[in-house]
């Protein structure tokens, strides 16, 4: 792991400060690469359920009866 300077606004600092108390992370460097692999995250294909819409009028009329 590579180690990098970052200069962030006294707010996004308080920010993640009370993220840590929270318990949502450990320490500064953990909620900074959270939210890296977040913003890498956002922009691969996501997975979508392909189905049409009379599959799931099917589905519901289906649900209805049990």
Not at 14 to 25: A, P, R, S, T, V
Request: aromatic share 4%.
């Amino acid at each position: 792991m590579e180690t990098v300077q970052i200069r962030l606004t006294r707010n996004m600092l308080n920010g993640i400060d009370e993220l840590i108390k929270l318990g949502e992370y450990p320490n500064r460097s953990e909620a900074v690469r959270d939210s890296v692999r977040k913003m890498l995250n956002r922009n691969q294909p996501s997975e979508v359920l392909n189905v049409s819409v009379k599959d799931l009028q099917r589905f519901i009329k289906a649900a209805g009866k049990g």
